[in-house]
């Protein structure tokens, strides 16, 4: 079994539709974690829709367009599947592409500590738990800034709230949700989004 098999496989444990496809375009995108709208479409097989595709990897935040409307939040990149455009992984979807690449296996707890331990994350063992428990907090993908500090203070990091809350956007494990500033409003919290991509079976 190849890369590409591997990495199909991986996807299959919670996709139904083009893991073939998504497999040879995250393999492609494996070493530079971008790849262009170009390259996606000639990776596509006979007769299956690139806006689909991509539109899959977008609502799992696998593959984001690097286009942004505002900032570069998740909700304001602008999807739009035609030449010119280009994608990019969250960063921790390299490290989930490289472990389904070896393994044939979708681990998001091992890639979710691998990647704090490269940004330098001290706890960096604590982060899979502590995504976990956010997992778990979470209501349609979204979390407050509240449920981070429970969450934090149950894995005895609640007096750095605020720089893993920086640690984990910059992992690509949650982004600022503007979005939902009426539920921000009610809940009197910041909302984040989760990225779908570390909790498929949260998505069943």
Request: aromatic share 6%; glycine share 8%; charged share 25%.
């Amino acid at each position: 079994m190849n890369e590409q098999e591997h990495i199909a496989k991986a996807l299959s444990s919670f996709l139904q539709d083009y893991t073939g496809s998504l497999a040879r375009i995250l393999g492609a995108a494996a070493v530079t974690g971008r790849i262009s709208c170009e390259e996606v479409e000639k990776l596509l097989t006979p007769g299956e829709d690139l806006e689909e595709v991509l539109l899959l990897g977008y609502d799992w935040r696998i593959l984001l367009p690097v286009r942004s409307s505002k900032s570069m939040e998740w909700g304001d990149r602008v999807f739009l599947p035609m030449p010119g455009e280009e994608y990019e992984f969250p960063n921790v979807v390299k490290y989930l592409v490289r472990e389904a690449a070896r393994e044939g296996t979708w681990e998001p707890g091992k890639a979710v500590a691998a990647v704090a331990r490269d940004m330098g994350e001290p706890a960096w063992d604590q982060i899979p738990r502590l995504v976990e428990i956010l997992g778990k907090k979470a209501e349609g993908n979204h979390v407050t800034a509240i449920q981070i500090k429970q969450a934090c203070n149950a894995v005895h990091l609640g007096e750095r709230v605020d720089s893993l809350i920086a640690d984990l956007k910059a992992c690509g494990i949650l982004s600022p949700s503007l979005g939902y500033l009426p539920e921000a409003a009610r809940k009197r919290s910041p909302v984040y989004e989760l990225n779908p991509c570390l909790f498929p079976r949260n998505q069943d």
